[in-house]
């Protein structure tokens, strides 16, 4: 079976553009987060979504969206690009999501984008 | 609030001899604590986890790790190291809501052969 991919997997920007990532989890997961990791640190939690709906957010700026569609893929929408936008950007994907409880995710091997 | 703590930021060992990987964590009730692992250009691959039970958990390619609550650590060990050991390695704490995890700042291993 196909592991968490993501595409595209290197992609440059220029200040103030606008960038689409995008995720597709293992078949029969229904549950989606992003993950930043910024050069030299660890992933930052970004958002969840599941069943098609916001679950949770990080401490990200309204530049920051997300989306997940009926097969349960999902895009990652930042606008208005910063230089300190520049990082990896991590899919995981976990079978279903239990409120309190834990699932275990599976991640991808992420999107490197680069704002110059 | 939640937190992870990796002294370690850059680690450097001879081929064949052990490891240890020190994880720090801030929670207040029994955490869940995990370690990742991430070769350069991949994503991150878990090695192990605590969920609750033996405080000594075994993982993939011959890790284990301690979890001790008296000084809140989760600390990775490998008893010989290979040079496919070579990584970026990651400690990271169950926040409690919906999935979401906390990562340490990682600890980038290097093997000497």
């Known amino acids: 079976d196909a592991g968490v991919t993501q595409s595209p997997t290197h992609l440059i920007k220029t200040r103030g553009q606008q960038v689409t990532l995008r995720c597709s989890p293992i078949s029969g997961h229904k549950s989606v987060s992003w993950y930043q990791q910024v050069l030299g640190q660890g992933p930052q939690f970004i958002f969840q979504y599941y069943e098609k709906e916001e679950r949770g957010r990080g401490n990200f700026p309204d530049r920051f969206s997300a989306r997940q569609f009926p097969n349960y893929s999902s895009e990652l929408n930042v606008n208005a690009l910063l230089l300190g936008d520049s990082a990896l950007y991590l899919c995981a994907s976990s079978p279903s999501l239990r409120d309190g409880g834990y699932n275990e995710q599976f991640f991808g091997p992420g999107t490197r984008l680069t704002v110059l | 609030a939640q937190s992870v703590t ?6 450097t060992v001879s081929e064949g001899a052990s490891l240890e990987l020190r994880c720090n964590y801030s929670y207040g009730a029994t955490p869940y604590l995990f ?3 991430q070769s350069p250009g991949q994503g991150l691959q878990l090695l ?3 969920f609750s039970g033996d405080t000594l ?3 993939i390619k ?21 040079w496919s050991d070579a ?6 704490v169950f926040s409690g809501g919906y999935n979401k995890l906390i990562f340490g700042a990682g600890t980038r291993l290097a093997v000497h052969p």
């Open chain 2, 6 to 11: 990796q002294p370690d930021i850059h680690i």
């Open chain 2, 35 to 37: 370690w990742y692992v």
């Open chain 2, 48 to 50: 192990l986890k605590y």
């Open chain 2, 57 to 59: 958990v075994q993982g």
């Open chain 2, 62 to 82: 011959g890790f284990e790790a301690e979890f001790k609550r008296s000084q809140s650590s989760f600390n990775l060990r490998k008893p010989s190291v290979h």
């Open chain 2, 87 to 92: 990584a970026e390695y990651f400690c990271a």
